[in-house]
């Protein structure tokens, strides 16, 4: 499960988003960090059961991002992410592949998977799939486990127009404007510091399997 002490963590974090202060403090972030990967050790041992992308030598520590932010470009400086998290894919967590991702934040946890903002040429190809295996696609995104679990597909990133090549009343039109193609499931504090933690999660991303199937043979 997840500590209570990980989710006290990155609330004095939010707080104190400050070298100094996380210097001090280097120790929690360890404790915190060792936590997260344990569990993320877990639940991958689980979404083996049914994936079989994910590779025998994917380990926890290529899943996991770092907590440092790239403040580069951004008016934010704050130097530290206040979430945890891990993406569970073919080649970890920078690999152009459907996957699973684990956030880990307190009030803010959630369990997510698919493609987000693919590029263009793997967008394209999903569209493609998508427009070619309709029937298909909807039965995925209907089943009642998919339902359940996340309602239906995020509406986080959409075009206001149709895309490209498609018709304005092509059948699908609403899902081929997305420019991702997640869903996502909310968790509440108390059910990530439940014990059974790992097999809710891998219960969750097995909902997820087929949608991360049909988008991995998109792009293949």
Not at 107 to 129: C, D, I, N
């Amino acid at each position: 499960m997840i500590e209570k002490t990980t989710l006290e963590f990155l609330k004095k974090l939010k707080k104190n988003n400050d070298r100094e202060w996380f210097e001090k403090n280097k120790n929690l972030y360890i404790a915190s960090k060792e936590n997260i990967e344990a569990e993320v050790e877990l639940i991958l041992n689980g979404v083996r059961g049914f994936d079989k992308r994910i590779e025998a030598d994917l380990t926890a520590k290529k899943c996991l991002f770092r907590i440092f932010r790239d403040v580069r470009f951004s008016k934010n400086k704050a130097p530290y992410k206040t979430n945890m998290g891990a993406s569970i894919n073919p080649g970890g967590r920078m690999a152009v592949a459907p996957g699973y991702y684990v956030h880990i934040e307190p009030s803010g946890s959630f369990l997510a998977g698919g493609m987000y903002m693919p590029p263009a040429p793997e967008l394209a190809k999903v569209r493609q799939e998508i427009d070619y295996n309709l029937d298909e696609f909807k039965k995925i995104i209907s089943d009642k486990n998919f339902k359940k679990y996340f309602g239906a597909l995020s509406q986080e990133n959409v075009l206001v127009t149709a895309p490209k090549g498609y018709a304005k009343d092509h059948p699908a039109i609403e899902i081929l404007k997305l420019k991702s193609f997640i869903v996502v499931h909310d968790l509440t504090d108390e059910e990530v510091m439940k014990k059974d933690f790992a097999k809710k999660a891998a219960a969750v991303f097995q909902a997820m399997h087929p949608l991360a199937l049909f988008l991995q043979r998109a792009i293949d």
